[in-house]
């Protein structure tokens, strides 16, 4: 599977440009600022109906105009697959497939599986547990159409009974037999989520652990340890045991909403002792195992974006990596880099099969 052909239109700071694409590799060289970026999200979008930095899509229109459009040709055995997303302001999101629009965008979740590697991916180290579980579920989700619905309704039951312990609250009335049905279909929907996360780290583990130390070329350790209250109780007597608590702070105080992942090198947390370069190639490694897992879940090969992450890298580690995904255990491969002559020059050497593309202010330069 692979893209052949991207439009886009009005699309951040795009008017409108065209692109054909090597099956193999293309890469998208300029200026920082120039909109090489904007090209990998808009291919998130077609695979993820939505941005990877903007969830709200009225700030990826162009500015002083009121809609924008994306739409990619792909090959996918053999067999054209036409995909679509328009978005104008004060309407609602259209996604079609074939020209068919989708009645729920989370329909089209893993038709087209892409695994993106960028600078914000320090989140995952630094930032808070809900950027660890993001993870997790943007990778279960597009292979597990289950996964994705059971995930889909926990999030939404567990909001309607915030609301409504703040409702008791406010009122001093309590239900006990409406909060029951809610803590019954929280347990429903959320244990199996977190039997599928602890199955998908325990098999992720060995797999990180081996492109850790095929790019680092060290012997150190890597691992991943996933954190539930659900590893050691059933989820229906936390939520039962948590009840007067839940009530008290007016809110629900145990779940898979509360999961973790703790990131570990060595006998230490990455976000502690970790250098720079440590914690740079610990994100690379883990998103390359989630590409190899991905796609033994799938029947294809995921597209896969690198975005800007060969900044501060030398070249002898740049071109480790990218001798690494030329293989031909990866497919169709996009990638960003404001070095020109590095990338020309690595590239060339390393592959036959490659397009690339200088980007100047949102415009293909010659």
Same mark, same amino acid.
Request: charged share 25%; aromatic share 12%.
């Given at each position: ?25 293309? !890469? ?43 739409? #990619? ?12 997303? #328009? ?56 292979? %597990? ?44 929907? #959320? ?12 098999? *992720? ?7 850790? %130390?095929?790019?680092?070329? #060290? ?20 939520? !039962? ?43 690379? !490694? ?37 001798? *690494?995904? *030329? ?33 100047? %202010? ?5």
């Amino acid at each position: 599977m692979y893209l052949k052909k991207l439009s886009i239109l009005n699309f951040k700071n795009y008017d409108e440009a065209e692109f054909e694409f090597s099956s193999k590799l293309n !890469a998208f060289v300029g200026d920082n600022g120039a909109g090489k970026t904007n090209i990998l999200d808009a291919l998130y979008y077609l695979s993820f109906t939505k941005s990877y930095f903007l969830h709200q899509d009225g700030l990826n229109v162009q500015h002083n105009k009121d809609f924008f459009l994306i739409k #990619g040709t792909y090959n996918k055995t053999d067999e054209e697959l036409e995909l679509s997303c #328009g978005f104008k302001k004060d309407k609602k999101k259209v996604f079609k497939k074939n020209n068919k629009e989708y009645k729920k965008l989370a329909e089209h979740i893993g038709t087209i599986p892409l695994v993106m590697i960028t600078p914000s991916d320090y989140m995952l180290i630094s930032g808070g547990s809900e950027e660890r579980r993001k993870f997790i579920d943007g990778v279960i989700s597009q292979y %597990n159409k289950e996964y994705l619905d059971n995930l889909l309704n926990y999030n939404k039951i567990l909001q309607q009974r915030n609301q409504t312990l703040k409702q008791f609250a406010k009122t001093g009335f309590f239900d006990n037999d409406l909060l029951s049905t809610y803590n019954e279909r929280l347990v429903s929907f #959320g244990t199996p989520i977190h039997k599928e996360r602890k199955k998908f780290i325990k098999e *992720l583990i060995p797999v990180f652990q081996k492109y850790y %130390n095929h790019i680092s070329g #060290g012997k150190e350790n890597v691992d991943l340890q996933y954190i539930s209250q659900l590893n050691d109780s059933s989820f229906e007597n936390l939520i !039962a045991e948590n009840a007067e608590k839940d009530r008290i702070v007016t809110h629900t105080t145990v779940g898979i909403h509360k999961d973790d992942i703790i990131l570990s090198l060595g006998d230490y947390l990455i976000r502690k002792l970790g250098s720079q370069g440590q914690q740079k190639t610990y994100l690379i !490694a883990l998103k390359l195992a989630q590409f190899e897992f991905m796609s033994k879940q799938s029947k294809f090969k995921p597209i896969l974006l690198f975005d800007d992450i060969f900044d501060k890298l030398d070249s002898k580690r740049v071109e480790h990596i990218l001798r *690494l995904v *030329l293989d031909n255990n990866f497919g169709q491969i996009f990638m960003t880099d404001a070095n020109q002559y590095r990338i020309e020059r690595i590239l060339s050497e390393l592959s036959e099969q490659y397009s690339v593309f200088n980007i100047e %202010n949102g415009k293909i330069n010659g």
